[in-house]
Structures are given as structure tokens and as C-alpha cells.
């Protein structure tokens, strides 16, 4: 192998070309070992080199090489040769060097983790040799007169004879550089999408007979040129014996590829040729052994006896402490000391690893009560000194004998992007659903959109006639994207309100979209919220404010659609509330609402997370809810199970990392272990919804909706105050309070030191004055008032100058007024369980109060200034003892006594 490769680099460096076209090698040894190892470091392309870097260069170099001499095209054009061989050592180069940098010591584990090169800014053209021994396939080459050039940039060129020139634009069907990108079957021609798959199948060296079409195993797949290329270079790879790990962001289409190549190698055979199994804090050694004796099994039992390799596929596999099983398996070649089968081949997905910006730190922490460890050193998981919560993905740190088999997988360019929408778009619009796992967002927008469309605007009509489409797509648009976005509106620089400067732009652009409709987009998605909530069943005096509204209108849809959800924010946010309406108004054909029996029957399965939640208690949690549901849906197929997580984000502090078996539950319906094939409808899995006042890793969420609910604007506190006292003689009164004391909690959140005052301590507050006049009758006198207030924001020591009372006094400065308190008085013991009523004028029907005396006096005087008013009946024998209920600051007060008003001092 060695000599092969050291013969041709010998005859290329020193320019003997005529002996470089007819050379073969016929295995023979010659010059010392060093002189060969330093012409294959010379020519390997890198730097210091590691062993394994060298290796794989040679592996890679000799294969391609024997292709080119066992090839019967080599020797019928001349300076093909010389050609050929230039180009493989080039080809090499850029197969053989890891995409991650030799760093070691001190430097930045992030540094350490970050590819040297990117797949977007390196050159990736390619050249093959057939096995038939007739053909050549090559990718990502152009023709530029005598020059074959790079397929998208000119940055690389290489000169070539006429005849090479001929046979690379006849033969190889090599197109010319001036000519358009050839783009994908869906949004291109026929003929283009054909070309594509008529290459990967000619060299997987899939034999398919003269005259008969080649038909895609998977018609949602988007194949374009750089999927083309990468899944040549996995399959090079595989031949070389080369494992392969690919680095990719979430959702860009590493496993959807892998999928593809699987079917396209298993074309017209009947055999499972790609075990997976997704990698999360809850996997086991157990479980990895027993994916790879599936697969050994499989293997033996059909695939070989086809010629089709076995592929098994390790997703997230930097997410668990698992990965040194993996490194021994894919590096080493053994799993525990065995030996692991030659015949099985090797794909590890690793999430890459990024820090968030300091921006989006900020953004996180602002989501419900930010992180659960708020310093950095007191974070339980790290990577490094780093803590996990900093990273874009939570993940582990990789062996270093794994890193030189990182391929970096490159991001979706533009043009690849808008295929895939493309393609999704025309898919989902059709009557037969399909099974699409890239680009998730685009998906669901669809996945809404049909469901709007077809069933939720026709069941929830509103009195404006509009454009169904146009609405259809603005909801779709809303559960996808708005409302994961900051849900304050203070200023127009707002993130929701640009959200809805670009629909009125992108919608104007279209005729069958009405821009009219998209300017009142605000408006007509509180029609639709509106709507709903009246179907609900919700008791009295709940506040029907916009975080409410909001969060049932998520919950209710992705229940119907299966689509999972999270609900991230503060306590007092509506979370739980909106949980328990649902669950209390979606009962099927027993809902009390009509509207609502016309959906699905809802049954949740809560589960209590914390810092010692496991995945093995998150999978029983699922478990459970899959067999209730089969087992309710023999008497009823509207009904469906929704496992709620409650509060979620105490999991994700916790160092088993149980959250990460969420991502194939939540993707596929299942653990994640087995073959490709085990992927549950989505109509048949279960609902989610998991509920957190924390921040949570945003590739958790990817995998769902979310719906992020900051602070509350004071418009919404003042409307909340509303919903509250929404009966109207307790509204009335204490009307003229709901500005003043939704300004004070407003500056007292924004101003506290700590997060210690919450929303639900401003509901209390509401809900206790609003309790003190609807049980007297009466306007709110300023001791209630004075009483509600230490009672709901006391508990706080004042440190640097911050007083919550005092926030309340320079908004309400009646509350200075001094009134003297004698609550101590013996007096109060002996006046308890007496009977107490209201002193009400028969005439005037007002009620009467004491001013400020300090002395027992008779008055008859009603104009007093009010304070609290007693009627107190006394008992016979007892003519100077009064009683009092449940009262709040009481100091003094005008009771009446055989007739005459009189004002008792404690």
C-alpha cells in the first residue's frame, strides 16, 4: 500500500510523465522506509501530521490509485494519467486532513474543538473511478477551456491536454464553467435531478438494467450537488475503511443524508442495511452493545449476501460519556476487547461546539427565571472550566483519537436552503403526508399551515370576512416563529414588531397574499385567541390576559398536531393555569363547548422534574402515557395522551443530563435504538409539553415550539388587575388603583437586587384587596391597603437603599397618612367570635367612619372622612363588649349602641 502510493509521488515529483502513463505497480519494494515516510509527509498537505493523519492519506491515495489502473478508460486518452494522478493527490489531501485543529495545552477547549477548515470555504471537487471498471463519476469539476476549474469558484485549476478536455466533456459529461448551477429534481428540471442520481447510483455500483429508470428511494430527499459530494466522500471513506464522524449544526440534514445513502445502497432490495441509535445522557454501553448486535445479525443474515456494507449510525454521540465505548468501537476497532466485524461501517453525528454570544447569554437569561446555577462556578456540568449552560449544544468533550475523524458536515448555503423549502412546501401541500427531518422549522410551518387551512379557521370564524390563505399562513408563521420571540412590546425596536414589519414586506411581494391582512396581524390573531378562550371552560375572576391567551392557543394546537411544545417563563406566567384549562375543557365528545368536542380528547401525564430526574424516569413517564393511549383509542381515536414535564429546566441542571433522551421521543416517537424504519406516524405518538421557569439548551427546544415569555408589560398587569376583579362592583372600586400599584411592582421587578418578588406576589396582592371590598361592600379604606401591601411584598431586607414599600408610597402617597396603632390592646383578646355588621345610614345608604379620636365620644356626624366602618351588636350582660371577624389594621372605629353612634378606641 505504502509503495504504491510512494512510486507514484516519486514519478511525480520528478516530472517523468511518460513513465507515470504506463506505470503499474506490481508490487515490489524500493528505497528505505524513511525516504518513503518523508515523501508521504512531503506530499500529505499538512503540517506536522499525526500518524493517523498519514495513514489515512495513503489508504485513501492507494485506493484510488488501483481504481485508476484497473480502469480500462486510463488507457485510451492520453495525459489522462498524469491527470488523474495530480488530481487524487489533491483529492487526497483534502480526504485526509481532519477537519479539527492538533491543538494541545492550555489553549481554549472551545479553540481545541473548533474545525481548521469548513466545508463551505474548502474545495471539494472530486473524481471516481468506477468499479465497472467502464465509467467515471465525477462532482463539483467545470471545464474553462483547457483548464479543468472548481464547479462554483474558479479558486482552483488545473491544466489538461485537448484530449483529456474532450474525453472529461463527452465521456465524464464534465459541463462547462459558463454554464448554470445544476440544480435539484423538485426545483430544477428532470433531467438535472436525474443526472445527480444517475451518478451516486453509478458509483455505489448499483446495477440497474439498460432502458430502465432510475427511481429515488426517497422522493422528499432534496439531492444537490453538495449532498452529491458528501455522500461520495462517506462512502470513500468506506471503502478505505475510514470511520466516519461528521460535526454539523441541529437540523441541517446530517442524519436525513445518511438515511438517503442507506436507501439509495439498499436500492430494489428488501433488507435493513442502517441501525441507529441517538445518543443521550441515559444511554448505556448496554445499549450501544446491543444496537451493534443488531446490526452484526442483519448483516450476516442478508446484507452481505448482497454486497450492501451494514451502516450503523451514532447521533449526538458527543452528548453522553458513552463516546469512549464509541472511540474504541470506531477507532480501535474492537467493542470491550472483541474484535468488531469489518463489515460493519461506522457514522458518528457530534453537535459542534459554540459558545453563545455574550448577546444571547443575555437573551437566555432573560427567559423565565434565566440560568438555575446564576455563577458560572457553581455550575454543575462543564466542559472544561466552561460551564454547559454557555454552549450552544450541551455536549461532551471528544477522545482525542476520535477528533481526527471529524468531518465537518458545513452549513445549508442560501440557494440549498431554498430547495429544501421548496421541496417541503410542495410536499406538504399535497394530500399524501410525508416524513421530512431537516430543517424542522419549515416542516411545522407547513405542518400548521395545512391544519389552519383545512379545520381551525372553518371551526373559529371571525366577523371580519379575510383571506383564509393569508391567515392560515400568518398562524402557521405565529406558532413557529412569533411567539418565540420576546413577548414585551415596550418599544417599536421590539423583536415581534420587526417580526411583523418583514410579513408585510414578504406578503406584499405576493399576489395571492393579501398585505392588507398582514397589517392587521396583531389584531386578527387576538380574534382567533379570543375565540378559543370562549370555548373554554375557566372560572371566574382568571384573568384572561395575553400570556393566557397565548399559551393556550400553543398548547391547543400542538396537541392536535402532536408537535411538541415549551413553555418558558417566569412564575405567575400562566403556565400551569393554561395546562389545567386545558385539561379541565378538551374532553372529546364530553367537552361542555361544541366547538371543542370536534377535537381531541385530552389526558395528561405530569411528571415532577428535578436536579435527580434520569432519563430512565422521563422514558417510563412516556412509556406509560403510549399504552394508556393505545389502550383508550380502541373505544376512542380522538383520544390522545400529552406527557407534561413540569418544571423542566431543574432536569437540565442535573448531571445525568436525563433531557437529552427527549430529542428522539420528541423527533421520532421512539428511544432512538434500532433501525431506520422504527419511526412512529405522527398521528399515533404522543403530545408534549414541557413547562419551565428556566432557561433551557436551545437545542432541546429545536426539537419543538417554544413559546418564551418575558416580564409582562404594565399594560398587561393593569389588564391582568382588570381580569381579576371582572366583577363589576369590585372593578369600580378599585379602579382608580390598578395604574399606580401595576407602575410600583414594575419598578420594584426591575429594581430588586435579587429575584425575589415575583408575579404571583402582585396577583395576591390584587386578589386580597379585591377580597376586603367584595366582602365589605365598600371602597378600599387605606389600612386594608397599607395591609395588603406589607403583606404581600414584605419578607425583603432593605439593602442598598431598596425599599419595596417605599416603591409603593411615591406612587399612592395616601399611604403616608399617620393613624395611630393599637393593635396590642388586651381588649382584642376579649372581643373575638362576636357577631359584626357594616354601620350603614338607612337614609343616605353611605357609610359611616371615625375620623381620628383618641377619646370614647357620642357623635351623630356622618360626614366623616372613611376609614372602616363596624356596626358591633353587644351581648346581653356584656353592654361594653364588641367583637370583631377578620379585620385588617383596625385602630378604631364607629359602632352603634343602643342607638347612639360611638367611636371605640383599643
Known amino acids: 500500500m505504502y509503495q504504491r502510493v510512494y512510486k507514484y509521488l516519486k514519478l511525480f515529483e520528478s516530472r517523468k510523465y511518460q513513465e507515470l502513463e504506463k506505470f503499474q505497480y506490481i508490487g515490489t519494494l524500493e528505497d528505505t522506509d524513511r525516504l518513503c515516510l518523508e515523501t508521504v509527509i512531503k506530499h500529505c498537505g499538512t503540517t506536522n501530521p499525526t500518524w493517523k493523519e498519514i495513514r489515512h492519506f495513503v489508504w485513501f491515495l492507494n485506493h484510488q490509485l488501483s481504481a485508476c489502473e484497473q480502469s480500462n478508460v486510463i488507457r485510451t486518452v492520453k495525459g489522462l494519467k498524469e491527470f488523474t494522478v495530480k488530481f487524487m493527490i489533491d483529492m487526497s489531501r483534502d480526504f485526509a486532513t481532519s477537519s479539527m485543529p492538533n491543538r494541545e495545552g492550555n489553549e481554549d477547549i472551545i479553540k481545541q474543538h473548533n474545525p481548521r477548515q469548513n466545508w463551505e470555504h474548502s474545495l471539494h471537487p472530486y473524481l471516481f473511478f468506477n468499479k465497472n471498471r467502464k465509467s467515471v463519476t465525477h462532482v463539483g469539476l467545470a471545464l474553462n477551456g483547457l483548464e479543468v476549474v472548481n464547479f462554483c469558484e474558479s479558486k482552483f485549476s488545473m491544466k489538461i491536454s485537448p484530449e483529456v478536455e474532450r474525453f472529461l466533456s463527452l465521456k465524464v459529461n464534465v459541463p462547462k464553467f459558463s454554464q448554470q448551477k445544476i440544480r435539484n429534481v423538485s426545483h430544477g428540471s428532470d433531467n438535472e435531478g436525474y443526472t445527480l442520481l444517475k451518478r451516486l447510483v453509478n458509483f455505489m455500483n448499483i446495477s440497474i438494467e439498460d432502458g430502465v429508470e432510475i427511481i429515488s428511494p426517497d422522493e422528499n430527499y432534496v439531492l444537490t450537488q453538495d449532498n452529491l459530494t458528501k455522500i461520495m466522500g462517506i462512502q470513500t471513506r468506506f471503502r478505505c475503511q475510514i470511520p466516519v464522524v461528521l460535526m454539523g449544526e441541529t437540523g441541517c440534514g446530517k442524519t436525513h443524508l445518511i438515511r438517503f445513502m442507506c436507501k439509495v445502497a439498499a436500492y430494489d432490495k428488501n433488507i435493513k442495511n442502517m441501525f441507529i441509535i441517538k445518543i443521550h445522557g441515559g444511554t448505556t454501553e448496554n445499549d450501544v452493545i446491543k444496537c451493534l448486535t443488531e446490526a452484526e445479525s442483519e448483516a450476516l443474515k442478508k446484507n452481505r449476501k448482497v454486497k450492501v456494507d451494514t451502516v450503523v449510525f451514532f447521533d449526538e454521540a458527543n452528548t453522553s460519556n458513552v463516546i469512549s465505548l464509541i472511540k474504541e468501537i470506531m477507532c480501535d476497532g474492537k467493542c470491550r476487547g472483541k474484535p468488531v466485524p469489518p463489515f460493519l461501517k461506522f457514522v458518528a453525528a457530534c453537535n459542534p461546539y459554540r459558545r453563545h454570544t455574550k448577546a444571547m447569554i443575555k437573551q437566555l437569561k432573560g427567559a423565565g427565571l434565566g440560568w438555575r446555577d446564576k455563577e458560572p462556578s457553581k455550575a454543575t456540568e462543564k466542559l472544561g472550566e466552561i460551564p454547559l449552560r454557555d454552549l450552544v449544544y450541551r455536549v461532551l468533550q471528544i477522545p482525542d483519537s476520535l477528533k481526527a475523524l471529524v468531518y465537518d458536515f458545513g452549513k445549508l448555503d442560501s440557494d440549498t436552503e431554498k430547495d429544501y423549502i421548496y421541496q417541503i412546501v410542495h410536499n406538504r401541500l399535497k394530500e399524501d403526508e410525508c416524513s421530512f427531518v431537516s430543517l424542522r422549522d419549515v416542516e411545522r410551518a407547513m405542518i400548521f399551515f395545512k391544519f389552519f387551512y383545512t379545520r381551525f379557521i372553518a371551526l373559529f370564524p371571525t366577523q371580519k370576512k379575510t383571506s383564509k390563505a393569508t391567515e392560515s399562513l400568518l398562524l402557521a408563521l405565529t406558532v413557529s416563529y412569533f411567539a418565540r420571540l420576546d413577548s414585551q412590546d415596550v418599544d417599536k425596536a421590539n423583536a415581534r414588531t420587526k417580526f411583523e414589519d418583514h410579513i408585510i414586506i414578504y406578503t406584499s411581494k405576493f399576489k395571492c397574499l393579501s398585505a392588507h391582512h398582514a397589517?392587521?396581524?396583531?389584531?386578527?390573531?387576538?380574534?382567533?385567541?379570543?375565540?378559543?378562550?370562549?370555548?373554554?371552560?375557566?372560572?371566574?375572576?382568571?384573568?384572561?390576559?395575553?400570556?393566557?391567551?397565548?399559551?393556550?392557543?400553543?398548547?391547543?394546537?400542538?396537541?392536535?398536531?402532536?408537535?411538541?411544545?415549551?413553555?418558558?417563563?417566569?412564575?405567575?406566567?400562566?403556565?400551569?393555569?393554561?395546562?389545567?384549562?386545558?385539561?379541565?375543557?378538551?374532553?372529546?365528545?364530553?367537552?361542555?363547548?361544541?366547538?371543542?368536542?370536534?377535537?381531541?380528547?385530552?389526558?395528561?401525564?405530569?411528571?415532577?422534574?428535578?436536579?435527580?430526574?434520569?432519563?430512565?424516569?422521563?422514558?417510563?413517564?412516556?412509556?406509560?402515557?403510549?399504552?394508556?393511549?393505545?389502550?383508550?383509542?380502541?373505544?376512542?381515536?380522538?383520544?390522545?395522551?400529552?406527557?407534561?414535564?413540569?418544571?423542566?429546566?431543574?432536569?437540565?441542571?442535573?448531571?445525568?443530563?436525563?433531557?437529552?433522551?427527549?430529542?428522539?421521543?420528541?423527533?421520532?416517537?421512539?428511544?432512538?435504538?434500532?433501525?431506520?424504519?422504527?419511526?412512529?406516524?405522527?398521528?399515533?405518538?404522543?403530545?408534549?409539553?414541557?413547562?419551565?421557569?428556566?432557561?433551557?439548551?436551545?437545542?432541546?427546544?429545536?426539537?419543538?415550539?417554544?413559546?418564551?415569555?418575558?416580564?409582562?408589560?404594565?399594560?398587561?398587569?393593569?389588564?391582568?388587575?382588570?381580569?381579576?376583579?371582572?366583577?363589576?362592583?369590585?372593578?369600580?372600586?378599585?379602579?382608580?388603583?390598578?395604574?399606580?400599584?401595576?407602575?410600583?411592582?414594575?419598578?420594584?421587578?426591575?429594581?430588586?437586587?435579587?429575584?425575589?418578588?415575583?408575579?404571583?406576589?402582585?396577583?395576591?396582592?390584587?386578589?386580597?384587596?379585591?377580597?376586603?371590598?367584595?366582602?365589605?361592600?365598600?371602597?378600599?379604606?387605606?389600612?386594608?391597603?397599607?395591609?395588603?401591601?406589607?403583606?404581600?411584598?414584605?419578607?425583603?431586607?432593605?439593602?442598598?437603599?431598596?425599599?419595596?414599600?417605599?416603591?409603593?408610597?411615591?406612587?399612592?402617597?395616601?399611604?403616608?397618612?399617620?393613624?395611630?396603632?393599637?393593635?396590642?390592646?388586651?381588649?382584642?383578646?376579649?372581643?373575638?367570635?362576636?357577631?359584626?355588621?357594616?354601620?350603614?345610614?338607612?337614609?343616605?345608604?353611605?357609610?359611616?367612619?371615625?375620623?381620628?379620636?383618641?377619646?370614647?365620644?357620642?357623635?351623630?356626624?356622618?360626614?366623616?372622612?372613611?376609614?372602616?366602618?363596624?356596626?358591633?351588636?353587644?351581648?346581653?350582660?356584656?353592654?361594653?363588649?364588641?367583637?370583631?371577624?377578620?379585620?385588617?389594621?383596625?385602630?378604631?372605629?364607629?359602632?352603634?349602641?343602643?342607638?347612639?353612634?360611638?367611636?371605640?378606641?383599643?
Open 519 to 906: 397589517r392587521n396581524y396583531r389584531p386578527m390573531l387576538s380574534q382567533y385567541h379570543d375565540k378559543l378562550l370562549d370555548c373554554m371552560s375557566i372560572e371566574e375572576n382568571i384573568a384572561r390576559n395575553a400570556a393566557l391567551k397565548e399559551n393556550l392557543f400553543m398548547m391547543f394546537v400542538c396537541i392536535q398536531l402532536r408537535i411538541p411544545l415549551f413553555l418558558v417563563g417566569k412564575p405567575g406566567s400562566s403556565k400551569s393555569l393554561a395546562k389545567t384549562i386545558i385539561q379541565n375543557s378538551m374532553r372529546g365528545q364530553n367537552s361542555k363547548n361544541k366547538t371543542l368536542r370536534q377535537f381531541n380528547h385530552v389526558h395528561l401525564h405530569s411528571y415532577q422534574c428535578s436536579e435527580l430526574s434520569t432519563a430512565a424516569s422521563i422514558k417510563d413517564v412516556f412509556h406509560s402515557a403510549v399504552k394508556y393511549q393505545e389502550k383508550r383509542k380502541k373505544n376512542d381515536s380522538s383520544f390522545v395522551s400529552v406527557v407534561v414535564l413540569d418544571e423542566v429546566g431543574l432536569a437540565e441542571a442535573s448531571p445525568y443530563l436525563p433531557l437529552k433522551s427527549l430529542h428522539p421521543l420528541l423527533e421520532d416517537g421512539t428511544e432512538g435504538t434500532g433501525s431506520t424504519d422504527m419511526r412512529v406516524k405522527r398521528e399515533d405518538r404522543v403530545a408534549f409539553v414541557g413547562i419551565s421557569n428556566w432557561a433551557l439548551d436551545p437545542a432541546k427546544m429545536n426539537r419543538g415550539i417554544l413559546v418564551r415569555r418575558s416580564e409582562p408589560s404594565i399594560k398587561d398587569l393593569i389588564d391582568s388587575a382588570k381580569g381579576i376583579c371582572s366583577d363589576k362592583g369590585a372593578e369600580s372600586r378599585l379602579a382608580s388603583y390598578f395604574e399606580n400599584l401595576a407602575r410600583a411592582y414594575h419598578e420594584i421587578f426591575k429594581n430588586q437586587p435579587r429575584e425575589f418578588f415575583g408575579l404571583r406576589d402582585y396577583y395576591s396582592l390584587i386578589k386580597m384587596l379585591h377580597w376586603m371590598t367584595e366582602s365589605t361592600g365598600t371602597i378600599l379604606t387605606i389600612p386594608q391597603l397599607r395591609h395588603a401591601i406589607k403583606r404581600n411584598f414584605s419578607g425583603f431586607t432593605a439593602t442598598e437603599g431598596f425599599d419595596p414599600y417605599k416603591c409603593f408610597l411615591e406612587r399612592l402617597p395616601e399611604l403616608n397618612e399617620v393613624i395611630p396603632a393599637i393593635l396590642s390592646s388586651p381588649l382584642m383578646k376579649r372581643l373575638y367570635n362576636n357577631a359584626v355588621v357594616l354601620l350603614k345610614c338607612k337614609k343616605s345608604k353611605s357609610f359611616l367612619a371615625a375620623a381620628f379620636n383618641t377619646t370614647l365620644e357620642l357623635t351623630k356626624q356622618r360626614n366623616i372622612p372613611s376609614h372602616f366602618v363596624i356596626h358591633c351588636e353587644s351581648q346581653a350582660g356584656k353592654k361594653k363588649l364588641f367583637a370583631f371577624q377578620s379585620l385588617y389594621f383596625f385602630e378604631y372605629f364607629i359602632a352603634e349602641y343602643r342607638g347612639k353612634l360611638v367611636t371605640i378606641i383599643l
